[in-house]
């Protein structure tokens, strides 16, 4: 998932940066010269500005730079002692500003802190929330909220797909990318199958399924709704207390194969790949999800493909 350039300036500043995100922010920067610039931070004076419009202007101000680099070099009236004075000044205006930047959006992101729980595994992780609410996220699937202030704002983001049993209180929200689910009862599962496409299960007491805003869908319990591109399905009864997953197996319905095997991908260990195979046709059917092989030769046999093993990579391949 991409990362905002002064989200990871702000936690390379604050020493709380990864390797990964180091190795994209150097690719960006020169961080031993931003670091010398740092050491002069307390001779600037900085106002405080909105983090985007700073953005702008630095990056203004960098190609300023850079056409008055080109046009002094072929400027014949301008001297090397004015050339040199332009660049004493306009490096360190660039750096001032850039580090202005850096504390505004350091502010704003360790103020205002979400805390984030990932499951990087391939078994499901059990969440305890302070309230006593609990959330059960499958392989893949991350959540993120507000710590500090959960008790009294219950609003949670979820990538992917988790089980939420809640605690009785004021209104506790889920929300994706696909749509919005504000719980009226206590269990349900949220699945979020891709950024437009969504399916919420109900098992116990009510919950309402919002495309963020417009519409509203009110599920009881053993009602099953999707949501794909702002549109939602007919309303379904279900029989089964417990979300698929916890049967190890997933229930597919009018998905694409781009989003089949991107879901699928997240209970396993391994690589899928489509090889000359068109992301766009459509799958509906019942996959396990406790075997890689007998993942992969479902799919093939189901689908018409075939595959073949390389290490911890499967590649599907159409006959």
């Known amino acids: 998932m991409a990362i905002d350039k002064d989200i990871l300036l702000s936690k390379w500043y604050n020493q709380d940066i990864s390797t990964e995100e180091l190795a994209v922010l150097k690719e960006m920067y020169d961080l031993d010269e931003l670091r010398t610039s740092l050491e002069l931070m307390n001779q600037y004076e900085i106002d405080v500005v909105p983090a985007d419009v700073g953005w702008s202007g630095f990056e203004k101000l960098i190609d300023v730079q850079k056409n008055e680099d080109v046009q002094n070099i072929n400027d014949p009236v301008v001297d090397d002692n004015q050339k040199a004075w332009r660049k004493s000044w306009v490096k360190p205006l660039l750096w001032s500003l850039l580090i202005a ?39 893949g699937s991350s959540i993120a909220y507000d710590k500090e202030d959960f008790d009294n704002n219950r609003v949670v983001e979820l990538s992917g797909e988790a089980l939420f049993n809640v605690e009785k209180g004021d209104s506790f929200k889920v929300k994706t990318n696909a749509g919005q689910i504000t719980v009226l009862g206590t269990s349900f599962d949220v699945w979020q199958i891709s950024d437009h496409t969504l399916r919420v299960e109900c098992y116990e007491g009510r919950v309402s399924v919002s495309d963020n805003g417009r519409q509203e869908v009110i599920l009881d319990a053993g009602e099953s709704v999707y949501l794909r591109d702002q549109s939602f399905s007919a309303k379904e009864k279900i029989k089964h207390l417990t979300p698929d997953w916890k049967r190890e197996r997933k229930q597919y319905v009018g998905i694409t194969v781009k989003d089949l095997i991107a879901d699928v991908s997240r209970f396993y260990d391994y690589r899928l790949i489509l090889e000359d195979i068109d992301m766009s046709d459509l799958f509906t059917g019942v996959i396990p999800i406790n075997d890689i092989d007998k993942t992969s030769e479902y799919l093939a046999t189901t689908l018409g493909w075939r595959y073949e093993k390389k290490n911890k990579t499967y590649i599907f391949y159409r006959q």
């Open 101 to 139: 930047i850096l504390g505004i959006a350091a502010y704003f992101y360790f103020t205002f802190p979400l805390t984030l729980i990932e499951n990087k595994g391939q078994e499901e992780y059990l969440y305890a929330f302070s309230e006593g609410s609990e959330s059960v996220i499958t392989p």
